[in-house]
């Protein structure tokens, strides 16, 4: 909602010169990236010790809280610096949790269905949020904006005081019996009480590396990470090139520029699909990545013949970037479930060398992956435009396309030769 009350309000409330207003622009979303970045691996490392999903979820809303009152005060640039930087810090958090609270509710093996129906919400966001926050600035003014923002963090407050976790939900079950140690037990068939300890996972560190480096050294999780990067790259490439053409091509201004994206994430409407073909068939989750990236390869190469102001070439528009939208959807859940799954089999693989739960760890670095895509898309494709144009923008992020596409079939859940190998070696019943 910010997106259009940002420009105005840096330079009539804090001060910021009109020929300084892109170099602010980008040192505020340089700082977001950046926070959010550098909070995901913390944030991991933090809610795998303590446990707890709604305790991280009610620290991501009182940062967000003081961004908020921050921006709207927002008289110096040095307002501005410290909101976007606790927006950065609850952003880093709050996908951590969510996906982390995910994988409690649904598992491991239903975490690609999962994914798309979230996915619908966080792409549909960034639309609806400028376009709610233009027309309220336009009518009701700067304060109107804020005043819609905090009524939103009201409304979850609450949604996040009455989360129930799904580890406090079940001691309410019948086969839940407390005992003084407060340790989960249940009843045997015999009516024996058993006793559920910590699993051995939980008790043994290994003395060499902590979780986090164990992971990076995972090839699998690697190659997740690497393909979350690249594909949050793409996803993102076109939010510091696409409203610049088209005002160039088309003339269309701020709301014209917000409306095209529209093509883009209107495919997201799939991803619960994708996600539960994720989950379904497990060994297919490098093809769904890869056919994703392939099928988008053209499809950016393709944009470089919209040249003109005419209807056709605003037609090709459209459909190209409605292709390039579904791509991103096909490919989306199955990148983030394969990390899902590495992480989870490696836990059962080296339970010895892990102190308590990965599963939080691994999505802070998921969500760090993105993050760095987000600052490394936008630059990219900027630096293009503005050395070499539109056309060669377009066939460079066609041919990063391809490149990631090729890179996630060979290697995504590991090295295809290895799975040939392992077929083979499968003994015949």
């Not at 919400?121 to 960034?126: D, K």
């Not at 939010?239 to 917000?258: E, H, I, K």
């Not at 503005?386 to 377009?394: E, F, H």
């Amino acid at each position: 909602m910010l997106v259009p009350v940002m420009p105005t309000a840096l330079v009539q409330k804090a001060g910021v010169l009109p020929k300084d207003l892109q170099k602010w622009n980008s040192v505020l979303q340089a700082i977001y990236g950046g926070a959010t970045l550098a909070t995901s691996p913390a944030a991991g490392f933090f809610m795998d010790r303590i446990g707890s999903r709604r305790t991280p979820f009610l620290i991501c809303l009182v940062c967000l809280t003081g961004a908020t009152a921050l921006l709207a005060v927002g008289t110096n640039v040095g307002f501005w610096v410290a909101g976007r930087l606790l927006q950065g810090v609850s952003a880093g958090m709050l996908w951590v949790v969510c996906l982390a609270l995910l994988t409690d509710t649904v598992g491991p093996a239903g975490i690609g269905q999962a994914v798309g129906i979230i996915g619908i919400p966080m792409s549909m966001g960034p639309i609806v949020g400028p376009l709610f926050g233009g027309v309220i600035y336009a009518h009701g003014g700067y304060y109107a904006v804020f005043g819609l923002m905090f009524a939103m963090l009201g409304v979850d407050a609450v949604l996040r005081l009455v989360l129930i976790e799904k580890r406090v939900a079940q001691k309410c079950e019948p086969g839940f019996v407390s005992n003084p140690s407060n340790v989960p037990c249940t009843m045997t068939e015999n009516g024996d009480e058993t006793t559920k300890g910590p699993p051995p996972s939980s008790q043994i560190m290994h003395p060499e590396f902590p979780p986090i480096l164990r992971l990076l050294l995972s090839f699998r999780v690697l190659v997740g990470l690497a393909g979350g990067l690249l594909q949050s790259s793409l996803n993102v490439a076109f939010d510091s090139t696409l409203p610049l053409t088209v005002n160039a091509l088309f003339g269309w201004q701020q709301t014209g520029q917000g409306l095209i994206f529209i093509t883009i994430l209107l495919p997201s409407l799939l991803q619960p699909i994708f996600g539960a073909m994720t989950d379904r068939y497990q060994q297919g989750r490098r093809l769904l990545a890869a056919s994703g990236c392939l099928l988008a390869t053209p499809a950016y190469v393709l944009l470089r013949l919209v040249t003109q102001d005419t209807l056709g070439h605003k037609t090709l528009l459209c459909v190209l970037l409605v292709i390039i939208g579904l791509g991103m959807a096909i490919a989306m859940p199955a990148i983030i479930a394969e990390i899902g799954a590495a992480v989870a089999d490696f836990e059962k693989s080296e339970p010895q060398a892990i102190k308590g739960s990965l599963i939080t760890t691994g999505w802070s670095l998921v969500n760090a992956s993105y993050a760095a895509g987000c600052l490394i898309g936008p630059l990219f494709s900027g630096l293009i435009r503005n050395a070499a144009g539109w056309q060669t923008t377009t066939w460079c992020l066609g041919l990063l396309r391809a490149v990631t596409g090729v890179f996630l079939l060979l290697c995504l859940g590991d090295w295809i030769g290895n799975l040939e190998q392992k077929e083979i070696d499968i003994p015949s019943t």
